[in-house]
């Protein structure tokens, strides 16, 4: 078998059933042995390898499960280094399979095609785990290596390379079977500690991130039993279902801090409460997450449950004493207070909820770093985890329209909405092609202010209106969508929006809906918050 075929057949052994890959000569072999396996793995080509990797990534947030994209290396890798950043902020399965020049002359610096120095070091710093395929018998267990690693504790990105010509070697291979990770137990005592703390909590509050995706259910219950309110935030959206009476989103939850007397982070760097919202004496830290090093980040907790969060959600819940506890009037306070405030952002209140209303509720939002997006990862209503797709800490402008492509191709079944704006939209435009070369039907909503909006406003208010490489000279954006073959839409109100989506969805077709938006009210305010606790005690616990 050769290389390239092994690592194939790994690929499918692994259960992938697509991949997100640009051909090119250092990858032929490959590409030759993807299509021998075309009935059993798909190959989608986008125009370019951020989309590649972008692909794969809104597959792996979409599903929870490992995906890959292949490109070619240098020029190739670099290109779709910014999907791996982003990866790896969101703690995503993502395996980068890429190519490399020939083995005995990596790192001689000769000059040869698409040569990049030291191109394993650089996957290094944006992975998890990088690895290089040296001969065919090697490729099915660096595979499995690979993607356990990424599954194993906090889930990252995971890269291979192989070098031109080894892709076509023959050897006798043995393959290797998946290596699933097994999820972390709890350590009783700890349990019982945190148990303990949260017991005796009055004001206690709930804080999960991207690490409590799959632990909805034991999250539900747990949070039930001490009425405590669930603070969500982006990605993490829907874990507690938005219409549920404990789920809260960051405003709300910024004002249940100043009081609270316990919060428990789970799966969650918790960077901004702990670092700029502020912690005293009196509030008991408890930390549930299976990466050791974020549990001590910022702050000794009182009590550190290291533990995957169902195992460790549903042990807490377990030994905390049964009994009754009251419904909070402070949350429901809190919640009031945040309606009102959302009055403020009416313009994009009604698009966010025309969108609402005509998606399905089994749908995916994918919010780009657009003003829209900025409302909706704090009023957009999420019924379930994976539903709302965000890109984290990076903030990658522009990432939305590959993400969202590898979500509807990974779940086909699934309406994919994607919210966008025209500075980001350019950045994958030409993904359009793809989109209807393979037919993956995500509806576009392009909000279109004609500048890159948030640099607009930090201009105008903080600089003293002095504006500066934030305009946009935009196409139209409906003729452009037109000339790839895709309906598009033009829809400037929010009735004329729903309307349009409605259409859009009911195609099941690639799709775009334009939008002109005027200047909209800052979200900022209800994002950016102040300290509400002291800074000293947090001192003193970090370094006693």
């Not at 692909?55 to 995906?67: F, R, W």
């Not at 660096?142 to 990424?150: G, Q, R, S």
């Not at 030994?319 to 402070?330: G, M, Q, S, V």
Request: hydrophobic share 50%.
């Amino acid at each position: 078998m050769t290389t390239a075929a092994a690592a194939v057949e790994s690929l499918i052994g692994h259960g992938l059933t697509a991949i997100y890959a640009l051909p090119g000569v250092h990858n032929d072999p490959l590409f030759d042995a993807l299509h021998a396996a075309s009935d059993r793995i798909r190959v989608i080509h986008p125009r370019h390898e951020q989309a590649a990797g972008y692909m794969a990534l809104g597959a792996a947030l979409a599903t929870g499960k490992p995906q890959a994209f292949s490109v070619v290396p240098g020029p190739g890798v670099l290109n779709a280094g910014a999907a791996l950043l982003n990866a790896y902020g969101l703690g995503a399965p993502v395996l980068a399979l890429v190519g490399q020049i020939p083995q005995n002359a990596i790192d001689r610096g000769y000059g040869h095609l698409h040569e990049l120095p030291d191109q394993l070091g650089l996957l290094r710093h944006l992975t998890k785990h990088a690895a290089r395929i040296t001969h065919p018998g090697e490729a099915p267990r660096l595979i499995a290596e690979a993607l356990a690693k990424a599954q194993a504790g906090r889930a990252r990105p995971v890269a291979l390379e192989c070098a031109i010509d080894v892709w076509g070697r023959e050897a006798p291979v043995p393959m290797v079977a998946p290596q699933p990770p097994a999820p972390l137990a709890p350590d009783p005592e700890a349990v019982a500690k945190a148990a303990a703390m949260l017991d005796r909590a009055e004001r206690p509050l709930i804080v999960v991130g991207g690490g409590a995706l799959d632990a909805a259910p034991a999250l539900r219950a747990l949070a039930e039993a001490l009425a405590a309110p669930v603070m969500s935030f982006r990605r993490a959206r829907g874990v507690l279902p938005s219409d549920h009476p404990l789920a809260v989103s960051w405003p709300v939850g910024h004002r249940l801090w100043a009081e609270a007397d316990a919060v428990l982070a789970v799966g969650t760097r918790l960077h901004l409460p702990l670092s700029v919202w502020g912690s005293d004496a009196a509030l008991k830290l408890i930390r549930l997450d299976v990466d050791a090093e974020e549990i001590e980040r910022y702050r000794r907790p009182d009590a550190a449950i290291l533990a995957d969060a169902t195992l460790g959600l549903a042990a807490l819940a377990e030994a905390l004493p049964r009994r009754r506890r009251p419904a909070r009037a402070d949350v429901a306070a809190a919640q009031a207070w945040f309606a009102t405030e959302l009055t403020r952002l009416a313009p994009q209140m009604g698009f966010l909820g025309a969108i609402r209303e005509a998606l399905p509720e089994d749908g995916i939002v994918v919010e780009d770093v657009t003003q829209m997006g900025f409302v909706g990862r704090l009023a957009f209503p999420v019924a379930a985890p994976r539903r709302y797709l965000s890109p984290g800490y990076q903030d990658n402008l522009g990432w939305g329209y590959g993400a969202a492509l590898g979500a509807k191709a990974a779940l086909p079944d699934r309406p994919v909405v994607l919210l966008t704006g025209d500075g980001g939209f350019l950045y994958q435009a030409g993904e359009m092609a793809t989109a209807m070369r393979h037919g993956i039907a995500v509806v576009v909503v392009v909000f279109d202010d004609g500048a890159f909006g948030n640099v607009r406003r930090i201009q105008a208010e903080q600089y003293g209106n002095r504006l500066i490489a934030s305009d946009l000279r935009n196409p139209d954006f409906v003729l452009l969508a037109e000339s790839f073959g895709m309906p598009a839409w033009r829809a400037d109100t929010p009735a004329a929006l729903r309307a349009a989506l409605g259409a859009a969805l009911s195609r099941n077709a690639p799709a775009l809906i334009h939008v002109r938006l005027g200047e909209v009210p800052s979200p900022w305010p209800l994002i950016l918050l102040p300290r509400v606790r002291g800074f000293e005690e947090v001192w003193r616990r970090a370094w006693p």
